[in-house]
């Protein structure tokens, strides 16, 4: 029974991620930037316009442990330089993204799991929008809530709820879209309709 326990364990493990996923997230140790997936290739879009899936918080999965700091490394490369990332920016269609914390002190980066957002205030913010996804462009967005209530789940499997405000909550907004196959282009054409009626 116990080795059955075992095997059972393992399997649980490998399957957080499909064959494909790790191998492509194994193939670098967790210093190594991934590839970040633009909107200029097709197969690339297809897979940012994707649904991205639960992904089981476990601290001893040596495969989510690597995707999690390669996706730091990603994020912080000089190449990147970005203030938040989702897992499908790098072909992994995993609900998981990293935010820069700009409402906290020394603006510390995190990492969630499982993220989604509970209430949007009505009052909306105007701020300019970039993504890594969609190179050299960037547009003003008058859509974003200024206040959020998020949810999720830390590496060490904690469920968690906070409200989170201003810039950072455009982040957090703009990352789990990320997640639901949604880019900020989006907004922006919601934003022209809004003002064509």
């Known amino acids: 029974m116990l080795i059955v326990g075992c095997s059972s364990t393992k399997n649980a493990v490998r399957k957080s991620f499909s064959e494909k996923e790790a191998k492509l997230i194994m193939n670098a140790d967790s210093s190594n930037p991934m590839r970040v997936y633009k909107i200029n290739s097709k ?13 089981k918080p476990n601290p001893k999965d040596p495969i989510l442990r690597n995707f999690v700091k390669r996706l730091y490394a990603t994020v912080r490369d000089s190449m990147s330089m970005g203030v938040g990332i989702a897992a499908p920016q790098v072909g992994i269609l995993k609900n998981i993204i990293w935010v820069q914390r700009f409402d906290k002190v020394n603006f510390p980066f995190e990492v969630y799991l499982n993220p989604k957002i509970v209430s949007y205030s009505e009052e909306k913010q105007t701020l300019n ?35 989170v405000n201003s810039f950072t909550s455009v982040v957090f907004q703009h990352e789990i879209d990320h997640l639901n196959g949604i880019l900020y282009l989006d ?5 022209m309709l809004d003002i064509e009626q």
């Open 129 to 163: 929008e970039g993504c890594l996804s969609i190179p050299d462009r960037t547009e003003t967005l008058n859509s974003r809530s200024y206040a959020i209530t998020i949810e999720y789940d830390t590496m060490n499997a904690e469920h968690k709820s906070e409200i």
């Open 187 to 191: 907004h922006l054409q919601k934003d």
């Open 43 to 55: 197969k690339d879009s297809l897979l940012l316009r994707t649904k991205s899936n639960y992904i």
